[in-house]
């Protein structure tokens, strides 16, 4: 943990010129019902999540480096960027994106293991 702390915090992460914070409204409901409470959060996050990759892609087509921050549920990180945000204890972060230029030419990295090692069809 301590070395992903000091990636993300000293090693340049978080000195992108922006940020932007993904929340959800956990009061916002299509299906009535206390039962469907958890289906739609989780709706709610498969959303975001497609969003925050289709924002990622456009951010790297235009020459911008990003990166998707999951890890902002660690205690105190959520509730820092929600107060800074003006939000309430309903909005649940779903992560943050820092964007800017990368400092260096970023290059493809070569794939671990073929497809067809991590993949079976059914």
Not at 13 to 36: H, N, Q, T, W
Not at 90 to 104: D, E, F, S
Not at 114 to 119: A, H, K
């Amino acid at each position: 943990m301590k070395k992903l702390q000091e990636s993300m915090y000293k090693e340049g992460m978080y000195k992108a010129p922006v940020y932007i914070a993904i929340f959800i409204d956990k009061r916002v409901c299509f299906l009535e019902g206390s039962e469907f409470d958890y289906l739609e959060f989780i709706w709610s996050v498969d959303s975001v999540a497609m969003a925050i990759q289709n924002l990622m892609l456009k951010a790297v087509e235009l020459g911008l480096g990003t990166v998707y921050i999951g890890v902002t549920n660690f205690r105190g990180i959520a509730e820092e960027v929600r107060k800074l945000a003006g939000l309430y204890e309903n909005y649940y972060l779903v992560g943050v994106i820092p964007i800017g230029y990368p400092r260096r030419e970023q290059k493809p990295r070569g794939r671990r293991r073929m497809l067809g090692e991590i993949t079976r069809f059914i």
